[in-house]
C-alpha cells in the first residue's frame, strides 16, 4: 500500500509539474566598456518587482571610480550610479535593469 501511495504521488507531480509557474529568480547584471570600466551585480525578483540587489562589483581599466551608488528608481527598475575620474576628468555612467512582464532588461548610458 504503502508503495502505491508513493508511485502515485509520484505520478501525479510529474504529470501536474510542468503547470507550476515560477515567480522568483535570481539573475546577474554585468556590463563592460572596452579599455573603460566595467560593473555587475545580481538582483533577485519576484513577479515584476525587484526585491533584492547584492554583490555589486565595479572595477576600472584606466583611472579610478570615486563614486558609486545603486538607486531603486521603482518597485521594478534599479540603477548603479558610478562616477570615473581620469586625472582631473570626470566621467559619470549608469547601469539600470528593470523588469517588464516577466523579462529583465539591461540599459547603459
Known sequence: MRKLIT??????????GGSVKADAATLHVAHSSALSWSASYTIVTSGNKIKNVSNIKV???????????????????????????????????????????????????
Do not use: N
Open 7 to 16: 508511485i502515485v504521488f509520484t505520478c501525479f507531480i510529474i504529470l501536474c
Open 59 to 109: 572595477s576600472t581599466r584606466l583611472g579610478a571610480i570615486t563614486k558609486k551608488y545603486m538607486t531603486k528608481d521603482s518597485a521594478s527598475k534599479v540603477t548603479l550610479h558610478l562616477t570615473r575620474s581620469i586625472g582631473a576628468v570626470k566621467y559619470q555612467a549608469a547601469l539600470s535593469a528593470h523588469m517588464q512582464k516577466g523579462k529583465l532588461y539591461v540599459t547603459f548610458t
